[in-house]
């Protein structure tokens, strides 16, 4: 009788090159589990505590207050609301940051050891998000084409997303300037009870990150936990009659228009477009930007 050591060297020997049996995948990541408990505990036990419940001995200094790994909710991914975040959306906030919190860039740590703490990260989690297949990541938006690059098309963007701005209720929590002092802003939770006020989009940035995809991200899909919600489906009821609409077309325009407010607060194109007047923008030029689409099919 060949003894399990024995059988165990046979397989290995017998397996193609590169490949692994599942015994040594599982020592494998355990491995990387455990260099990653000593890389967290150096680099982010400070905050997120050792048990990864938010409550490290900085926490009780700090707004927003870290994030709170037991949850399983993480603001800023590549996944629909309610879905574990896949491994790259956690590398992209570990190597990132979050701009305006306390969250800094581990730019300068090894890949290695960003990859290591991720799967320790994980551990936290309750098993049923644990035991959630991969991510099924939000459909891409593809940018359109001149619209961030020709000052013309911008600003025919940026005109609409005024409206759609007031249309679609940002005002409410953000405020008629988009500086975060909507009617509904004060009071504002998140998940975990924490306050949770609305971005100032006037700001050179917002938390997911610096950049007009991260604008357009945020408006679609929302943000897990907190009460940004997602605007990718709002309109999903007119979508066959409207390509354009099918299409997210409004969610660029409402991204042109966000940027706008934050060029506008750095001294460019200012007064191009009228601030959102408290008693609303007129209906006359409501109908005239969007009117086509709340209109019923019969009447068209």
């Not at 409550?55 to 200094?61: L, R």
């Not at 005024?162 to 300037?177: A, D, I, P, Y």
């Not at 309109?235 to 407010?261: C, D, G, M, N, S």
């Amino acid at each position: 009788m060949i003894s399990f050591s024995v059988g165990l060297l046979l397989m290995v020997v017998a397996l193609p090159s590169g490949a692994q049996v599942p015994f040594q995948e599982s020592i494998k990541k355990q491995e990387l589990i455990e260099s990653g408990k000593r890389a967290y505990v150096n680099r982010c036990s400070g905050c997120h505590g050792l048990q990864g419940d938010g409550a490290g001995p900085g926490s009780t200094m700090l707004e927003p207050k870290p994030r709170d790994f037991t949850k399983g909710i993480y603001k800023f991914k590549s996944a629909a609301l309610g879905k574990m975040p896949s491994n790259e959306d956690l590398f992209k906030i570990i190597n990132q940051g979050i701009p305006g919190s306390s969250m800094p860039s581990f730019r300068l740590v090894s890949e290695g050891e960003k990859r290591a703490i991720i799967e320790y990260i994980k551990t936290f989690a309750p098993e049923v998000w644990k035991a959630q297949s991969a991510s099924a990541h939000i459909p891409h938006l593809p940018m359109p084409e001149g619209v961030f690059t020709e000052k013309a098309k911008f600003m025919s963007y940026a005109k609409v997303g005024r409206v759609w701005f007031q249309e679609l209720g940002c005002t409410t929590c953000h405020g008629n300037k988009g500086d975060g002092n909507g009617m509904a802003a004060k009071g504002l939770v998140d998940m975990w009870g924490n306050p949770a006020p609305p971005a100032n989009l006037r700001k050179p940035y917002i938390k997911r990150g610096y950049n007009v995809e991260d604008i357009a991200y945020s408006i679609y899909q929302g943000v897990d936990g907190t009460p940004m919600p997602a605007h990718g489906t709002v309109l999903q009821y007119i979508e066959e009659r409207f390509p354009e609409i099918k299409a997210k077309r409004y969610i660029w325009e409402l991204a042109a228009y966000v940027l706008y407010l934050r060029g506008e607060e750095a001294g460019m194109n200012v007064g191009e477009l009228a601030p959102i007047p408290e008693t609303r923008i007129p209906r006359p030029e409501v109908d005239a930007a969007v009117g086509r689409y709340f209109k019923p099919a019969e009447s068209e």
